[in-house]
């Protein structure tokens, strides 16, 4: 058994723990050897009462004897709904016991982002990223612990911890083989569901997790002779052991009855003590509460109320008594082994008491009646709020009140959703709307808290945000502004509930009540899905339409501006001429910059219309401006700290802006890192299809078949496709694979959908949707006329775009299904092109490609010097060898 115990009572849950004990003295070794050490995770689960807390208690004592900072937390069974409770009290006493200017200084960039989810912050003008709040907490722990080496984090009841620091939890988890921090987390197996019992597998999965099994008949025998005499006898040890199933927690609280009630530890009393173990736990404590009296019962159930941070003062006027009758209150329970005095190092802000264990706590809420519950909660609720700690702090207390057609509480939960917002907390922002609407608000309200409720689930719950947004939309209470706003909202929601045609439609109809500007904004809109939709959507005449719209606008506004991107990226993805597609994405910009309102953060027309602005500058040789847009989206949600999928497709995009270029090597970083966020997002998203394919391509181009084709595989890359275009062309991608790993004849069926796919688009860019350049390839010995046909048409497009990347690709293509001068000529003339292109990779494929045509020493030295630049690994191997051979070259 664990040796070095302070004694029977607080170190009966250490019996039998030699093994956990064992690992905890094992990670802090390893923790405190050094600073360069991994981290470590241990997780001990376990019913109620196996020792749990006894462990994290030996924890503690263990790593602050060898020097360790030791920061606790603890979940609460009642405060699952307070974002970021657990993180707060781990993370704030710490920060707090530095100046503002060293917090900021230790968190840096993250002080604004994390701060006020902390609580030591103001929170911003807008909406939080929850994502980008996550990932600012893993940082502050990242950046502290470098302070506070070697630190120890201890979370207790984590089954009981709110759903946003579990999201932290899990994400730390992940970084812990770059952080020398040992975390120590202690759960109930099965009380978490939904998000949290996720979150807590994950943290599960990266962890060692010790089950707690309950003690054994011998153990128990030791504890109890350890606690009430050596004189103990064998029968009534056995008694202890059947009564109370080896629970430690219930038999030392047995134990603690038979010292109290000096009953003799022999067989002839065994008997009583099933009794004694009845009053110790559940509806036996609660008749042990009440048998202290009414005043001391009011008291625990007030503490019950408040659940943490309970102080003496605050239970008294919960309670409605004087001070002098709450402190002999509090001393009563105190003495009775029903509340106790919190850790000082630990204790909640304003907090002086606690309760002993989870379970007396559980058992005291319980007892309250209901009516005099939920009194006690609107109560507990106007002082939070009469204390001055805003209405986030006091929702918990409202959303236990019932319904009862209050104006006030109504606008209280719409402001606590509000602020849960502003820190990054949307769940608990949606818990208050939905209880709002429960009241119910009055008939000018309703609609109103409606639109709030669907804009905080819009992210999160799409299905759900559309329910929200149609209702609000049927009643009356929506001025103009917020209506369209509502109307905008439910077609993004659509979107991304898959119902794109149903978005179309919303919107179309909306625009025909109005005039204006609001109609104009509406119809941007409404070409925007269209635009973006990957099969047919709308009429024939769409382009026609767009076009015909966008002549009127001279970009005097942002739905003119809109319009005028929109027509640009159509006109681009038409394969239209370049010139024209450049000049109306320069309307769109005011002095070259992308105008207010329209700006990577702001959320009026979200993201997907400035990545149609920038693709259409990519594709059109205009990558200077594409990626100085890529770079200003990087930049800009890094330092608005949104972590998610904005974050993602920033990364996806200045990858594609590298690819571009030709920087292989950097455009593989990117994309990758653009895929572990959008891991985090959710696989199946358009973001992740981008950032998918864009990867493939990068490593296709950089001759690294087997990895592209391990990329597909892991990641889905394959039928069916999403509903929303993905630039490029997934399906010309997929097929340029399968013809790369030898599996031609699925490559040319891929090729072949994909050309169908276009041609009912009528997008017939032919570098943005590059199919026929790879089939004319595939094609050449199988079916050479048709290859050649292809070849022709490319060329054509190609020349109607005028770009003079698309024009030296179409050259090439060409220059490949010839032979003898009339091959060298063709390549000669793509190298002309490719070397005024900004597109450094396909300069580098020409000149390797013109050399082997030229025989020309020269020509493929120019190649392998811009292969090697680019990180065209394949190509640097194609031209060394055709080198090395020297065979005919001159």
Known sequence: MTEARPGAAASASL???????GAVLRAVDTLCADRSSSGSLLVFQGEAGLGKTALLAETRRIAERRGCTVWRARGGETLRSVPFNVVRQLLQPALISLMPEEAREYLGDWYDIAGPALGIAEPGDRQADPQGVCDGLVAAVCRLAGREWPLVLLIDDAHWADQETLRWLAAFAERLDDL??????????GEAGGVSARHLEEVAAAAGVSTLSALTPDATAGLTRATVGPHADDPFCREVWAVTGGNPYETVELLAKVQDSELEPVEAQAGELRALNRSARGGGLVARL???GIDATRFAWAAAILGTGISVDLVARLATMGRDDALRCAELLRSTRILTE????????GGDLEFVHPLIATAVYNSIPDALRTAMHGIAARLVTDSGLGAAAASRHLLQVHPDDDEELVEQLRQAAREHLAVGAPDAARRCLERALLEPPIPEVHARVLYELGCATLLTAPATTIEHLRTAL????????????????????????????????????????????TRLRLKAVQYMWEGLHAGEAGSPDRSERLAELAAGCTGRDNSERALLILRGFDAMARGENAEEVVHLCDRALVNGRLAPGLGWTDTEWGIELLLMLAGAYAYSDRLDRAEALYTEALRAYESAGWSGGHLALAHAYVGLGHRRRGRLREAE????????IAERVGRGLPLYWTATCNLVDTLLARGHVEDAWAVAEQYGFAPPYPSTIVIPDPRSVRGRLLLAVGRTKEGINELEAAEKAAAARGHHNPVMVPWAVDLARALATEDPARAGRLATDVR????????DTAIGEALRCAAVLETGQRAVRLAARAVAYLEASPCQYEHAAARVEYGIAARSVAELNRGLALARSCGADELVTQAQEVLETGRGLR
Not at 487 to 503: I, K, T, Y
Request: proline content about 7%; overall charge negative.
């Open 15 to 21: 019996w039998e723990r030699d093994e956990e004990v």
């Open 180 to 189: 020398s921090v040992l975390v120590v987390v202690a759960r109930r197996p």
């Open 290 to 292: 009440e048998g202290l």
């Open 342 to 349: 919190p850790d000082p190092s630990n204790a909640p802000a």
């Open 474 to 517: 049927s009643m009356p209470g929506l001025d103009s502004d917020t209506r369209v706003d509502a109307v905008c909202r439910l077609s993004q929601a659509l979107l991304h509930n898959d119902q794109l045609e149903e978005a179309v439609r919303t919107v179309e109809a909306e625009a025909a009540r109005h005039a204006g500007p």
């Open 669 to 676: 970083t990117a994309l990758r890192e653009s895929l572990r």
């Open 796 to 803: 054509r497009q190609a020349e109607r775009f005028g770009t």
